[in-house]
């Protein structure tokens, strides 16, 4: 307070000597008028360099176009789908243009494919020893045969699993010995999607294709991958389909796959079916009808004594023109499968016998399958996207600006 008693009317400044007490200096009133004008310049500069910086940051958020609206063709991916750099995640880890030179134990794929039961690939950490939280943005993909340039899951890790394809997705849920893919055991896991919160997926460019919708190779934009606790499900949505951001949700990342993804999987069974569409992630947890169901034994289908190349569930009328491998088939191997469809009342079995990779049906019942689950707790919404914000459209207009206004940025 000064001498005469007044309070300050106007900004105080605070003077401080490690040899004398605090002390305040004379108001900047209008007395010393010269002097508050230039304290009154030096804070409005001070204010112009802050709103700078958050205006830079909102261009380079800006600037980030989100992997949901990136677009590639099967035949010409980029080596990376990610080329950002200087931002707070990182660089993409890996790469998106995979073949044989790039396959292996340490390969470093991030192009991943969702085609039928025996030819899928799941997002896992490259190396061990973190968790699904720790590395959901450095996930690279497993797939169950060689041929995609990617690592492969290998024999025996998987226990169970269920394909479905449905009017507007195609999925599958299962079981894992999540140890063998670098999960570490007892890991709750978590989900990798398109989005994240900064709009440049989990993985960064992390991209996944599927020929189940047209027999050939076409990008599934949205999809969801959830893995821990030695169980996964992976979506991909139809991309033509007017609801596929809706039924391959990103936002309930917590509540895991029987939330997102209701089905039918069973642990020691390997089925492939056609379905209904599931309710919306968030309206409903309910599994949808199946029928057209098909058992495998996981010998037939995955690893190096696969015999069968496992066909799309209601497919027939696909023409497959485009695919990355193809089952390893001999003329002189026959192998039979059961294809079962149930309801409450009737159960039809019907034989399905493959030779030399080729399958013929024959059914004398149609029924559906259908069952209800269950998930505890309110959804929750843990992610949010980034928005495009573009308020700068280049630093040389930050630049004018803070010319106009006497300010010198240091970069």
């Known amino acids: 307070m000064p001498l005469d008693g007044r309070e300050p009317s106007g900004p105080v400044f605070f003077l401080h000597s490690p040899l004398t007490p605090s002390f305040k200096l004379t108001s900047l009133s209008s007395e010393t008028p010269a002097l508050s004008s230039a304290y009154g310049l030096a804070m409005n500069k001070l204010s112009f360099v802050a709103t700078l910086s958050l205006l830079s940051i909102s261009y380079v958020a800006a600037d980030v176009v989100p992997l949901i609206d990136k677009r590639f063709t099967w035949d010409k991916l980029p080596y990376k789908v990610d080329t950002d750099v200087g931002l707070e995640r990182g660089e993409q880890l890996g790469y998106n243009q995979c073949n044989a030179t790039t396959e292996g134990p340490t390969s470093l794929c991030q192009t991943s494919l969702l085609n039928s039961l025996d030819d899928f690939c799941l997002w896992a950490p490259p190396n061990p020893g973190k968790t699904v939280g720790e590395i959901e943005g450095e996930m690279i993909a497993w797939c169950t045969r060689p041929g995609h340039g990617t690592r492969v899951i290998p024999d025996g890790a998987l226990t169970g699993v269920q394909f479905v394809k449905s009017p507007d997705y195609v999925q599958v849920v299962g079981f894992i010995d999540q140890t063998k893919i670098n999960i570490p055991a007892g890991d709750a896991g978590g989900e990798m999607d398109p989005h994240g919160a900064d709009n440049r997926g989990n993985p960064l460019g992390g991209i996944l294709f599927s020929n189940a919708f047209t027999g050939s190779f076409v990008q ?61 992630p968030g309206e409903g947890v309910a599994v949808p009808a199946s029928r057209e169901c098909s058992t495998y ?50 159960t039809t079995t019907t034989t399905t016998t493959t030779t030399s990779g080729t399958s013929t049906t024959s059914e004398s019942a149609s029924a559906s399958r259908s069952g209800t689950g269950s998930s505890s707790g309110a959804p929750s919404a843990t992610e949010s996207n980034a928005a495009k914000i573009g308020l700068i459209p280049s630093f040389t207009t930050v630049g004018a600006l803070a010319a106009i206004f006497g300010v010198t940025l240091f970069v």
């Open 297 to 346: 034994a996981s010998t037939d289908i995955y690893g190096a004594s696969a015999t069968i190349q496992v066909p799309i569930p209601g497919a027939s009328t696909i023409s497959f023109s485009s695919t990355s491998t193809t089952a390893k088939t001999t003329s002189s191997t026959t192998s039979t499968t059961t294809t079962t469809t149930t309801s409450s009342s009737t």
């Open 220 to 280: 599934a934009v949205e999809w969801h991958n959830f893995i821990g606790n030695d169980q996964f499900c992976l979506k991909a949505c139809d991309p033509k389909g007017a609801n596929a951001a809706k039924y391959c949700q990103h936002i309930y990342d917590t509540q895991g796959c029987a939330f997102n993804a209701p089905s039918n999987a069973r642990n020691n069974a390997f089925e492939s079916c056609a379905s209904d569409n599931q309710p919306f």
